[in-house]
């Protein structure tokens, strides 16, 4: 196992930002961390790459515990690198921010001439090789970082929101680098996004965060609901004041409602139809994801589904046709 965590917290002054009580990785998996902003992501991706310890809880690395309060870190984050949403570059040339780490790592130059090379051909940089790293795009910039990242030759690399500040053709061609990392080099690659489709397209597993908590569902078709008291096995409770939903929970007032769209299911709409959250819509989007088709219907809020792309080919739904959605119990999350 390339992580393990176990009880961990991380606590600024009065608010827990981070609250898993158990998650794990494997080794050579891309995964990415999924959630909106506030949940915790950046933070999770800081304690995994040593930049900052825990409040409290264990992070095991390959099978050894991390004791973030020794002096004596410096092997570990040589294997394990994080490439920064805002990454900053020394005020020199490409080549000499490359250099550097190899350099202090004792690497002969012409070694050091040939893995910068290969770095910066892994992500299309070769051209800029003697630019002025403070004159780069930042799009430019952020392949220079991950170059940089990659020239070390780490067991793993952390990215914290790769493409969030980026142009939509270095989003591309930074997807495509995070891909080749992984074929390329065998690295474990783990990335945060809060976009559910990059993260379906371009990660192995998805671990998805909600208020510090890792959460069972993709972060998708999440909405505030007021859930009423009684003893009820389900209780009624209505989204944006629109769409009556049946929830089995014991829990009363505010809270957060997921449905999982990888469990919605579709079918043509019939003239009646009383199933327990079961809903008539239009079908309003469409959209290939990986070896999933996206389906987004309206029924009166919109919702996200997520279907097998062989059993969209079965029945392909198509934008305008009118279905009936319905949400298994088993699909709907009190968070």
């Not at 430019?140 to 969030?164: G, W």
């Not at 997807?175 to 065998?186: D, F, M, V, Y």
């Not at 078709?221 to 929970?249: A, W």
């Given at each position: 196992m390339l992580f393990e965590i176990k009880d961990l917290t991380k606590v600024y002054g009065n608010r827990t930002v981070l609250d898993i009580p158990e998650l794990s990785f494997e080794k050579g998996i891309v995964y990415s961390l999924l959630g909106p902003n506030g949940s915790g992501k950046t933070t999770l991706l800081e304690i995994l790459s040593l930049l900052a310890p825990p409040t409290t809880g264990v992070v095991r690395y390959n099978g050894s515990p991390i004791d973030f309060l020794s002096n004596n870190l410096t092997a570990l984050r040589r294997e394990i690198v994080m490439v920064q949403q805002n990454p900053v570059l020394f005020t020199t040339t490409v080549y000499k921010n490359l250099d550097f780490g190899l350099k202090v790592r004792g690497v002969p130059k012409a070694k050091r001439r040939r893995l910068i090379e290969e770095a910066l051909d892994l992500v299309g940089m070769r051209g800029f090789i003697h630019a002025e790293a403070n004159r780069l795009s930042g799009g430019e910039t952020q392949r220079v970082a991950i170059a940089r990242a990659i020239v070390c030759s780490p067991k793993v690399i952390l990215f914290d929101e790769p493409t969030s500040n980026v142009d939509a053709?270095?989003?591309?061609?930074?997807?495509?680098i995070l891909a080749g990392i992984h074929s390329q080099k065998q690295v474990s690659v783990i990335f945060t996004t809060h976009n559910l489709t990059q993260a379906s397209r371009l990660s192995?597993?998805?671990?998805?965060?909600?208020?510090?908590?890792?959460?069972?569902?993709?972060?998708?078709?999440?909405?505030?609901?007021?859930?009423?008291?009684?003893?009820e096995q389900f209780k009624s409770c209505l989204i944006q004041d629109t769409i009556k939903v049946s929830v089995k929970t014991n829990k009363i007032g505010s809270a957060k409602l997921s449905i999982d769209p990888r469990l919605i299911q579709l079918e043509e709409q019939p003239a009646k139809d009383n199933r327990r959250n079961s809903?008539?819509?239009?079908?309003?989007?469409?959209?290939?994801?990986?070896?999933?088709?996206?389906i987004v219907v309206d029924i009166g809020i919109t919702l996200h589904v997520l279907t097998r792309e062989d059993v969209y080919r079965s029945r392909p739904f198509l934008v305008g046709d009118k279905v009936t959605v319905s949400c298994p119990d088993e699909s709907i999350q009190v968070l």
């Amino acid at each position: 196992m390339l992580f393990e965590i176990k009880d961990l917290t991380k606590v600024y002054g009065n608010r827990t930002v981070l609250d898993i009580p158990e998650l794990s990785f494997e080794k050579g998996i891309v995964y990415s961390l999924l959630g909106p902003n506030g949940s915790g992501k950046t933070t999770l991706l800081e304690i995994l790459s040593l930049l900052a310890p825990p409040t409290t809880g264990v992070v095991r690395y390959n099978g050894s515990p991390i004791d973030f309060l020794s002096n004596n870190l410096t092997a570990l984050r040589r294997e394990i690198v994080m490439v920064q949403q805002n990454p900053v570059l020394f005020t020199t040339t490409v080549y000499k921010n490359l250099d550097f780490g190899l350099k202090v790592r004792g690497v002969p130059k012409a070694k050091r001439r040939r893995l910068i090379e290969e770095a910066l051909d892994l992500v299309g940089m070769r051209g800029f090789i003697h630019a002025e790293a403070n004159r780069l795009s930042g799009g430019e910039t952020q392949r220079v970082a991950i170059a940089r990242a990659i020239v070390c030759s780490p067991k793993v690399i952390l990215f914290d929101e790769p493409t969030s500040n980026v142009d939509a053709e270095n989003q591309s061609a930074i997807e495509s680098i995070l891909a080749g990392i992984h074929s390329q080099k065998q690295v474990s690659v783990i990335f945060t996004t809060h976009n559910l489709t990059q993260a379906s397209r371009l990660s192995q597993r998805i671990i998805s965060l909600f208020e510090g908590r890792a959460v069972p569902s993709l972060f998708e078709n999440i909405f505030s609901v007021n859930l009423p008291p009684g003893n009820e096995q389900f209780k009624s409770c209505l989204i944006q004041d629109t769409i009556k939903v049946s929830v089995k929970t014991n829990k009363i007032g505010s809270a957060k409602l997921s449905i999982d769209p990888r469990l919605i299911q579709l079918e043509e709409q019939p003239a009646k139809d009383n199933r327990r959250n079961s809903f008539n819509g239009r079908v309003t989007q469409l959209a290939e994801e990986k070896d999933h088709a996206r389906i987004v219907v309206d029924i009166g809020i919109t919702l996200h589904v997520l279907t097998r792309e062989d059993v969209y080919r079965s029945r392909p739904f198509l934008v305008g046709d009118k279905v009936t959605v319905s949400c298994p119990d088993e699909s709907i999350q009190v968070l």
